[in-house]
């Protein structure tokens, strides 16, 4: 069985900085396809940022410029570097992992943006 764990959500104030890591268990992580979604209250779903087995990356426009997606295939984990935090950003932050033979969700972390 494939799990995905994500941490580092918590509150920051308009401004601030947060880093969310995913960490990935089974499967092979570095075939894996790794994105962030969001969804905020009221909210669709809505996709934040992927990264490909090669690094390319690709980010919605409303986080491009603050926000950067990494992994590090050694240590099994995807991270979501956010600057330049506003309100809009507040929502639950979720990991996808997705192969070719699977498509596995983390639970997702809250992320607080306010004063």
């Known amino acids: 069985q494939v799990q995905v764990v994500e941490s580092g959500g918590g509150l920051v104030q308009p401004g601030g900085s947060l880093r969310l890591s995913c960490a990935v268990s089974g499967g092979i992580f570095s075939r894996n396809m790794m994105g962030w979604y969001r969804q905020a209250p009221g909210k669709q779903r809505e996709l934040v940022a992927t990264?490909?087995?090669?690094?390319?990356?690709n980010y919605a426009d409303s986080v491009k410029g603050r926000f950067t997606i990494s992994r590090d295939n050694a240590k099994n984990t995807a991270y979501l570097q956010m600057s330049s935090l506003k309100p809009d950003d507040t929502a639950v932050y979720c990991c996808?992992?997705?192969?070719?033979?699977?498509?596995?969700w983390g639970q997702g972390t809250q992320v607080t943006v306010s004063s």
């Open positions: 996808n992992a997705r192969s070719l033979l699977r498509d596995s």
């Open positions: 990264i490909t087995r090669d690094g390319s990356t």
